[in-house]
T-cell receptor, first 111, second 115 residues
């Protein structure tokens, strides 16, 4: 699986959009971008994934650049409960294989 | 829908002992994965079981072993515990099939402390 690079930490004011970047310059054509988050003392939670088109669900939006070398996870209206470590993972779909977590981005949402 | 559960929540062992951690997968899932998460690090893949067979393994020694049962519950066994085995152990279940979405459902973890 391709390697990802994320900033170690970010801050966001409550109610504002949180934009979390991820670089994956060595991504290959059959690899998807996945985002998980881990709230303190809990197991990781799936957020969203995509191949090349932008994706949106009830939790977040995923914007993938045209060259697929980077992406941004957007939490449109961050709340205090969104404070967590966010992991960007690149992975081949249909594989059923392991998730390769890096260190992620620690997002702190402040009042 | 029943989520992924793990037991115990916390455990303290001494170096050299053996430990068994348990996981109950989400209903209908046929795959279980185990991860080790050291303090301040992301989870590291230990191994995965699919239909009771080991289906992939990370960079962990053979003293880490597992089982998956017909009801898709699972165990992680660690022999000859070392101080560096102190970590949060996470179990994740998924339904692996054609067009796998990659969504894995994680339990809350077992916090193991080795003294």
């Amino acid at each position: 699986d391709a390697k990802t690079t994320q900033p170690p930490s970010m801050d966001c004011a409550e109610g504002r959009a949180a934009n979390l970047p991820c670089n994956h310059s060595t991504i290959s054509g059959n690899e998807y971008v996945y985002w998980y988050r881990q709230i303190h003392s809990q197991g990781p939670q799936y957020i969203i994934h995509g191949l090349k088109n932008n994706e949106t669900n009830e939790m977040a939006s995923l914007i993938i650049t045209e060259d697929r070398k980077s992406s941004t996870l957007i939490l449109p209206h961050a709340t205090l409960r969104d404070t967590a470590v966010y992991y960007c993972i690149v992975r081949v779909a249909d594989s059923g294989y392991a998730l390769n977590f890096g260190k992620g981005t620690s997002l702190l949402v402040t009042p | 829908e029943t989520g992924v559960t793990q037991s115990p929540t916390h455990l303290i062992k001494t170096r050299g002992q053996q430990v068994t951690l348990r996981c109950s997968s989400q209903s209908g899932h046929n795959t279980v994965s185990w991860y080790q998460q050291a303090l301040g690090q992301g989870p590291q893949f230990i191994f995965q079981y699919y239909r009771e067979e080991e289906n992939g393994r990370g960079n962990f020694p053979p003293r880490f072993s597992g089982l998956q049962f017909p009801n898709y519950s699972s165990e992680l066994n660690v022999n000859a515990l070392e101080l560096d085995d102190s970590a949060l152990y996470l179990c994740a279940s998924s339904l692996v099939r054609r067009r796998d979405t990659g969504e894995q459902f994680f339990g809350p973890g077992t916090r193991l402390t080795v003294l």
